[in-house]
């Protein structure tokens, strides 16, 4: 099934999409650059991170939302999409961002395989990790810029990941630990 993300998805006449969900910490990060590098020919396709799109701590749900109609909904149809992008340091939103009709996507971040965005999608990957692995690795990377807000974040996680069921949507699964 990783074999189709490498190519074209042959049921579709349009270019892949893949999306890549988890838990924080998980390595869907690590996954999606992973991904890119190994793409077989070029352009490699566009990878564009939820962690961009997020307006502030609270913001899962409003990103989610926003790719999927703005994002991934018009590619679906053979139109430009495109996605606001977030200022963390300034809580503000900042430039609009289009992703052409033709080019490859990869989205990752938690809350890209929502009920919404999975129909729009030709790959769909599920990436998890223990508690005890993922919440370490995701402080560490932020080093310290997460640390105050994980509780809000992982609370909000849970209630997508009960709400929408993302990994119920997947194609791949892979084991990030």
């Known amino acids: ?5 490498l190519g074209e998805n042959a049921a579709q006449s349009r270019p892949t999409t893949i999306l890549i969900d988890g838990p924080s910490g998980s390595g ?9 590098a190994a793409w077989p020919d070029v ?26 109609s703005s994002l991934l909904a018009p590619r679906a149809v053979g139109l430009d999409g495109g ?19 033709s080019e490859r996507l990869i989205l ?44 809000q974040w992982d609370a909000q996680w849970r209630r997508y990941v009960a709400r929408e069921h993302p990994s119920s949507h997947a194609d791949v699964f892979v084991r990030g630990d």
């Open 83 to 101: 996605w606001e992008g977030w200022d963390w340091a300034a809580s503000v939103p900042t430039d609009w961002h289009v992703v052409s009709a």
């Open 28 to 36: 869907k990060s690590s996954f999606a650059v992973a991904l890119v």
């Open 43 to 68: 352009p490699r396709p566009t990878l564009v991170r939820l962690d961009d799109i997020y307006p502030g701590w609270s913001g899962l749900d409003a990103a989610s939302g926003a790719v999927a």
């Open 108 to 151: 990752e971040g938690c809350g890209a395989l929502s009920r919404a965005a999975a129909p729009l999608a030709g790959v769909r990957v599920w990436i998890e990790a223990t508690d005890a692995v993922r919440k370490p690795r995701a402080l560490a990377r932020d080093a310290g810029a997460f640390d105050a807000h994980w509780e």
């Open 1 to 5: 099934m990783l074999a189709l993300a």
